[in-house]
């Protein structure tokens, strides 16, 4: 079965940098769309990032200009860069995919475990 394996948060200072790694493992026909979302404690979780299978991108405007998504097809992997950050930062980073299992013909959302940054001085 289908498994996204998340790597890379921690602690960091404010203005530091992190990079996140995602990778779906197990039988995948296709990948529609990965990303990156995160929940702060006592908020939604919201969209950080997401690419998809054309190669286009988007941001949520907190993090325009700082955040960088890119990916490995090959790999089926998504990268979430994190420079410049903020205390505002801090939350579990999630990574989502939406692909095709095997043989399915119908779209299926997953989600990582989730990871904890942590942006403090």
């Known amino acids: 079965q289908v498994q996204l394996v998340e790597s890379g948060g921690g602690l960091v200072q404010p203005g530091g940098s992190l990079r996140l790694s995602c990778a779906a493992t197990?039988?995948?026909?296709?990948?529609?769309?990965m990303g990156w979302y995160r929940q702060a404690p006592g908020k939604q979780r919201e969209l950080v990032a997401r690419?998809?299978?054309?190669?286009?991108?988007n941001y949520a405007d907190s993090v325009k200009g700082r955040f960088t998504i890119f990916r490995d097809n090959a790999q089926n992997t998504v990268y979430l860069q994190m420079n410049t950050l903020k205390p505002e930062d801090t939350a579990v980073y999630y990574c989502n995919s939406v692909l095709r299992e095997g043989s399915s013909q119908y779209l299926k959302g997953y989600w990582g475990q989730g990871t904890q940054v942590t942006v403090s001085s």
């Open positions: 690419v998809t299978s054309g190669g286009s991108t």
């Open positions: 197990g039988s995948i026909f296709s990948i529609n769309a």
